[in-house]
């Protein structure tokens, strides 16, 4: 029997091993960062808000979930604790679109969320393996961790697997 959902939140994760899934709605200009170990079955998934934690004004509170560079590294952290190997961790990603007409590259958060999780992804020498990203529409995630699918739905697009 599969185990239920965990339900990750806008600027959180969660990680899980063997059976369930993880699921998280609402991707507007938001990424998910799906995380998997093949070999051990323990995998993650992040919503991440923004690229950047070095906007947080030094000796502010910070929620470290909310941004590329902290959250994928924190999750990996925490996999590694659960017995993940590094070496056989693959990345899924999907979000990061452009949900209001701007012509002000500033204001178009999706594109820099994603250019943010790929960079990160590739400091942590994590390989990305299948995507889903830009254009103009939501999405809601769903990661199995058992075969490391990651189901994506739109209601404009209907459903893609990666």
């Given at each position: 029997m599969?185990?239920?959902?965990?339900?990750?939140?806008?600027?959180?994760w969660?990680v899980n091993?063997?059976?369930?899934?993880?699921?998280?709605?609402?991707?507007?200009?938001?990424?998910?960062?799906?995380?998997?170990?093949k070999?051990?079955?323990?995998?993650?998934?992040s919503?991440?808000?923004?690229?950047d934690s070095k906007?947080?004004?030094?000796?502010?509170a910070?929620?470290?979930?909310?941004?590329?560079?902290?959250?994928?590294?924190?999750?990996?952290?925490?996999m590694?604790?659960?017995?993940?190997i590094k070496?056989?961790?693959t990345?899924?990603?999907?979000g990061?679109a452009?949900?209001?007409?701007?012509?002000?590259?500033?204001?178009?958060?999706?594109?820099?969320?994603?250019?943010?999780?790929?960079?990160?992804l590739?400091?942590?020498?994590?390989?990305i393996?299948a995507?889903?990203?830009?254009?103009?529409?939501?999405?809601?995630?769903?990661?199995?961790?058992?075969?490391?699918?990651?189901?994506v739905?739109?209601?404009?697009?209907?459903?893609?697997?990666?």
């Amino acid at each position: 029997m599969t185990k239920p959902s965990l339900n990750v939140g806008i600027s959180d994760w969660k990680v899980n091993k063997g059976e369930g899934s993880i699921v998280t709605y609402a991707l507007g200009s938001c990424v998910g960062i799906c995380l998997w170990d093949k070999a051990s079955l323990i995998g993650g998934l992040s919503h991440i808000m923004l690229p950047d934690s070095k906007s947080v004004a030094p000796g502010a509170a910070m929620n470290r979930m909310k941004f590329a560079d902290t959250a994928i590294p924190d999750m990996l952290t925490k996999m590694l604790t659960m017995g993940a190997i590094k070496s056989r961790v693959t990345a899924k990603i999907a979000g990061g679109a452009q949900m209001f007409q701007t012509s002000n590259e500033k204001f178009n958060i999706g594109d820099r969320n994603v250019a943010a999780v790929k960079d990160a992804l590739r400091l942590l020498q994590i390989p990305i393996v299948a995507s889903d990203t830009g254009l103009n529409f939501g999405r809601t995630v769903f990661f199995y961790t058992e075969d490391g699918k990651m189901e994506v739905k739109s209601s404009t697009k209907g459903v893609k697997i990666l």
